[in-house]
């Protein structure tokens, strides 16, 4: 159900971005709704991390994955229980780059019907680094299409994606290895029963989007050809604040415009704000110097005590009246 | 303890990266042109077929020519599904005796868009061009 759902969501999207190419409604699928989609997605983020950043830190939380720093002949885990924020630094460079933690993903699994086996599974972390990297270098290629002239690099980065120059426009890398990730991902997220069963229309949506937006792309550029000129206009327009909608402009190229945009929008309010959660996880970005560094909790106050000196000093006649042993004796008068 | 400082430092990167599109804009100032202006031939008509799909699909009609011409030596010439006009299957031949400025027409619309197209690693332009 929940699967349907999302499918039917993206599909719905895709209609009608493309009804809107159809209808000649340029102007509000071309302009104002990507428009509108930035801002949301910038402000949304801004947003979100502004309300993360109020959360108080009171103190260190340590994961115990490695040796913690101790006497000199104990070898310490630097990047897995950093000690300074240098070594913070590191493990978090390796976390946003290179998706360590899913290294230690395992899978549950019954071998021979009965034995239950824990298995290192790998698949997570390489789809992952498939799709998420050739996310990032597809977004980079596109600015090929939004800014005039075209950057050195960009130009670079598009012609060493494709310098397998097969096909005419040449087919890139990054676009067989983002299907193939993000088909892996959805593949692993319908096969395997544990995952399925934790799944919602919020797991499946992002990864039907991408696969839509993923598709129509492909479509555009080698099967149904699309006028990349006037596409150009159409995107330099909007990012030089002077928007034009030039004649004919094929319908996919507004459908996958408006998954795009709703990509975009979707962002900051979905679990895909882990693009900038993950820079804020506690248990990866803190150095464990608990036992070394004092840290203050932010909230303490001054607390009113009574300490035992005082309460003794308060009420010693009473006390030594009643029998009950003192640590400074009465005076004697 | 606060990090908030180190927080607000990343969301000003995320803002410039995220934004990059527009930054290009102050540092290319007006010189260029939004658009791709290309120089068309004022004798003709036409091109071989009608305008969108030529602006769309010429890389199509070109692969499609070679494949016919070259790998399987079909030497008739092409029919055009516009008029009916035949044209010899030659970049050469047909497409550059009316586009005579490559520079004026492919070049810019493929600079425009970024294209490195490798036609001119084996074509040469008639009349010793660059």
Same mark, same amino acid.
């Not at chain 1, 209609?15 to 428009?35: A, E, K, N, Q």
């Not at chain 1, 103190?59 to 885990?77: A, V």
């Not at chain 1, 980065?157 to 397998?164: K, N, P, S």
């Given at each position: 159900m929940n699967i349907l759902v999302a499918l039917a969501a993206v599909a719905g999207l %895709?209609? @009608?971005?493309?009804?809107?190419?159809? #209808?000649? *409604?340029?102007?509000? %699928?071309? @302009?104002?709704?990507?428009?509108?989609? #930035?801002? *949301?997605?910038?402000?949304?983020? @801004?947003a979100k991390v502004m309300g993360w950043s109020k959360s108080a830190v009171?103190?260190?939380?340590?994961?115990?994955?490695?040796?913690?720093?101790?006497?000199?002949?104990?070898?310490?885990?630097?990047?897995?229980?950093?000690?300074t924020p240098l070594q913070a630094a590191g493990r978090m460079v390796l976390e946003v780059l290179f998706f360590r933690s899913l290294l230690r993903n395992t899978r549950a699994e019954l071998?021979?019907?009965?034995?239950?086996?824990?298995?290192t599974d790998h698949l997570l972390w390489l789809a992952g680094m498939l799709m998420h990297w050739s996310f990032l270098v597809i977004v980079i290629r596109h600015f090929r299409l939004m800014m005039n002239p075209v950057p050195g690099?960009?130009?670079?980065?598009?012609?060493?994606?494709?310098?397998?120059?097969?096909?005419?426009?040449v087919v890139f890398i990054t676009t067989l290895t983002f299907l193939l990730g993000v088909s892996i991902l959805l593949y692993r997220r319908l096969t395997d029963p544990q995952v399925r069963y934790i799944s919602l229309i919020g797991d499946y949506f992002p990864l039907f989007l991408l696969l839509g937006i993923g598709l129509s792309g492909v479509w555009m550029r080698h099967l149904d050809k699309v006028d990349i000129a006037g596409i150009k206009e159409l995107m330099v327009g909007l990012f030089h604040f002077s928007p034009v909608v030039p004649d004919g402009i094929s319908p996919v190229f507004y459908g996958h415009l408006f998954l795009v945009s709703m990509l975009l929008a979707y962002f900051p309010f979905s679990k895909l704000?882990?693009?900038?959660?993950?820079?804020?996880?506690?248990?990866?970005n803190m150095a464990n110097n608990n036992r070394a560094v004092r840290h203050v909790n932010p909230w303490d106050y001054p607390v009113k005590v009574h300490t035992y000196e005082e309460y003794e000093d308060e009420l010693r006649e009473k006390m030594v009246g009643a029998g009950i042993p003192v640590d400074k004796p009465l005076e004697k008068e | 303890m606060s990090d908030k400082g180190k927080i607000f430092f990343g969301l000003a990167i995320f803002v410039i990266l995220v934004t990059f599109p527009f930054w290009g804009r102050l540092s290319a100032g007006d010189a260029l042109p939004d658009r791709a202006e290309l120089e068309y031939p004022a004798d003709e008509e036409a091109c071989v077929e009608d305008t969108p799909f030529m602006r769309a699909s010429h890389m199509d009609l070109l692969n499609q020519w070679r494949d016919e011409l070259v790998r399987d030596g079909?030497?008739?010439?092409?029919?055009?599904?516009l008029d009916g006009r035949t044209y010899p299957r030659s970049l050469t031949k047909t497409c550059l005796s009316c586009h005579e400025d490559r520079d004026a027409f492919c070049t810019r619309c493929h600079d425009y868009a970024d294209v490195q197209p490798t036609c001119w690693e084996c074509h040469t332009t008639p009349g010793g061009g660059v």
């Open positions: %895709f209609v @009608v971005g493309m009804l809107g190419g159809v #209808l000649g *409604l340029g102007w509000i %699928f071309g @302009v104002i709704i990507p428009s509108l989609a #930035l801002l *949301l997605f910038v402000g949304g983020m @801004v009171p103190f260190r939380i340590p994961t115990s994955c490695g040796q913690q720093k101790s006497l000199n002949w104990i070898p310490h885990s630097r990047l897995e229980n950093p000690h071998v021979d019907g009965r034995r239950l086996v824990y298995r690099f960009v130009s670079f980065i598009e012609a060493t994606d494709g310098f397998l120059e097969i096909g005419l426009p704000t882990h693009m900038a959660g993950v820079f804020l996880s506690p248990t990866r | 079909n030497l008739e010439e092409y029919v055009s599904e």
